[in-house]
């Protein structure tokens, strides 16, 4: 059985997959709209860290903000006074 579910997963992301690409036209980008003005593109260094460095930056500045303002304290479990301990119960 889940080998007949995950052939079929499979057959329906591989279809999704082909009509998406067949259905975009690329040949399109090419023609420039009225009012199109282009800037200067942006080099590997620059993609990599607008991409790539900054939102890991982001990332750790996020979790560093939370664990610095973090008030909780760690939590511990008390035994209840009801529950009575191995020592008493045996004796």
């Known amino acids: 059985m889940d ?11 591989a279809g999704t997959t082909l009509m998406m690409l067949l259905m975009s036209s690329p040949a399109l ?8 003005d282009p800037g200067p593109g942006l080099s590997v260094i620059q993609t990599l ?3 790539v460095l900054l939102p890991i930056a982001l990332f750790v ?7 610095a303002l973090d008030k ?3 939590r511990t479990i008390k035994p209840s006074s009801n529950v009575k301990s191995e020592a008493k119960a045996k004796a």
Do not use: E, H, P, Q
């Open 3 to 13: 080998k007949k579910n995950a052939l079929r997963a499979g057959a329906l992301a």
């Open 29 to 36: 980008a090419l023609t420039r709209d009225d009012g199109d």
């Open 49 to 51: 860290g607008l991409y």
């Open 61 to 67: 500045v996020i979790a560093g903000l939370v664990m």
């Open 72 to 74: 909780s304290k760690i």
